[in-house]
């Protein structure tokens, strides 16, 4: 069985013009990608012919003050070798965009939704690339390191949840949980049991 190490040489090898040197830190192992425009490639390569089927996860880091700006991170799992790789891409602050892996991972779906809402990094051929935390029509990005720590004033209203405390706050005492719940007391429209 391939260590994660092994498997990271072995994507390397097939891209060396764009994949970095791998760095191994702590035990967990690291390649950067140099070629953003690439990255649907190389993410192929990485499930088809590594074996990596599952992606855990993508985030990103805001290195203001650098070029390029962003940096793109994914976490990939293989199950058939019990590894994970970590691939690293940048994108810069002018035309923060790289291309959607939704294609090759369906799972990257609403981790691509969140990079863009948090850190303002679009994915070209999302299928549904809309904010899926700060409400539609909110300007700003939170996660930016230029965005202050009190927030943006918005000419937004936000409406608050129609019950006190939201639908899954129980109250206290010796009552079933479901009892507690708020729909248990009729604070809905709709009772499932």
């Known amino acids: 069985m391939a260590s994660a190490l092994e498997l990271a ?4 090898g097939r891209f060396p013009d764009i994949v970095s040197a791998p760095l191994e830190f702590r035990g967990e192992v690291s390649v950067s990608i140099r070629d953003a425009a ?10 088809s012919g590594l074996g990596f089927d599952m992606l855990m996860d993508i985030c990103s880091v805001d290195h203001m003050g650098s070029e390029p700006r962003y940096e793109v991170v994914y976490h990939a799992y293989s199950f058939a070798s019990h590894q994970y790789l970590r691939l690293k891409t940048f994108v810069g602050e002018e035309t923060p965009e790289l291309a959607s892996v939704c294609g090759v991972w369906r799972a990257a779906d ?9 850190m303002g990094i679009r994915f070209a051929g999302h299928p549904d ?3 899926i935390i700060m409400w539609e029509g909110y300007p700003h990005h939170p996660l930016r390191k230029d965005f202050p720590l009190a927030g943006l004033p918005v000419d937004h209203v936000v ?17 079933t949980t479901y009892d507690r719940e708020p729909r248990g007391k009729g604070e809905t429209d ?4």
């Open 9 to 12: 040489l072995q994507l390397r």
């Open 38 to 47: 690439r990255i649907v490639e190389v993410m192929q390569h990485l499930k």
């Open 110 to 118: 609403w981790h691509e939704r969140e990079v863009f809402d948090l």
């Open 129 to 131: 690339m809309r904010r």
């Open 159 to 175: 409406k608050p949840a129609p019950m006190a405390g939201g639908p899954f706050v129980t109250a206290p005492g010796d009552k």
């Open 190 to 193: 709709s009772v499932v049991r």
